[in-house]
């Protein structure tokens, strides 16, 4: 089936990537990201994961990876992180209360562990034991004169569909709305 809608639009589930190496894979509505468990990935090893609203993250379980192994567990509303989450560094030794995305304090590890099991139903996340950073191979992009011609959707001389989203342009993979 076609990813597309009749206007070209992205619709269901689907896999940007993007010139600079990030990717996105989750679904789409009318062209935005929008799914319950959407995943975005930097090229440098960080990663986002939980649920998307109107192509912003919107969620009460959102979980953030650093590329260093730091984890952040926050809900979002409208792309902001809002109320209180848990950052841990690393080695999952010190965990840091958040509000509003920002650091407020230390916790202990079993007021961290309460936390996450009382209002995000996780576990402490496994300590990293060692870090890898991907490092991204260079993806072509569309011509500018293709570029020019389209704000958000161009087409390559190889067929290839591309997208611009926050003002990266990248390739698209997607199935059709599931019907279930």
């Not at 996105?24 to 509505?29: A, D, L, Q, R």
């Not at 567990?73 to 409208?78: D, K």
């Not at 990248?170 to 019907?179: I, K, N």
């Amino acid at each position: 089936g076609d990813p597309l809608d009749s206007n070209g639009d992205r619709q269901g589930n689907g896999k940007m990537t993007y010139s600079s190496g990030n990717t996105y894979e989750g679904g789409f509505v009318n062209n935005k990201y929008h799914c319950e468990k959407g995943i975005y990935k930097w090229a440098d090893g960080e990663t986002f994961e939980g649920p998307w609203k109107d192509g912003e993250r919107d969620g009460a379980v959102c979980i953030y990876r650093n590329a260093d192994g730091g984890v952040e567990y926050s809900g979002y509303v409208a792309g902001q992180a809002t109320g209180e989450g848990i950052f841990w560094d690393p080695d999952r030794k010190t965990a840091y209360k958040l509000l509003n995305g920002e650091q407020k304090g230390v916790l202990s590890p079993a007021a961290a562990e309460k936390l996450a099991k009382e209002k995000f139903n996780l576990p402490v996340p496994d300590p990293v034991v060692s870090v890898t950073t991907a490092t991204a191979a260079f993806k072509p992009q569309p011509t500018s004169r293709i570029m020019g011609l389209f704000r958000s959707k161009a087409v390559t001389a190889d067929g290839k569909l591309w997208f611009k989203d926050n003002g990266e342009w990248g390739t698209y993979e997607g199935d059709p709305l599931d019907s279930n």
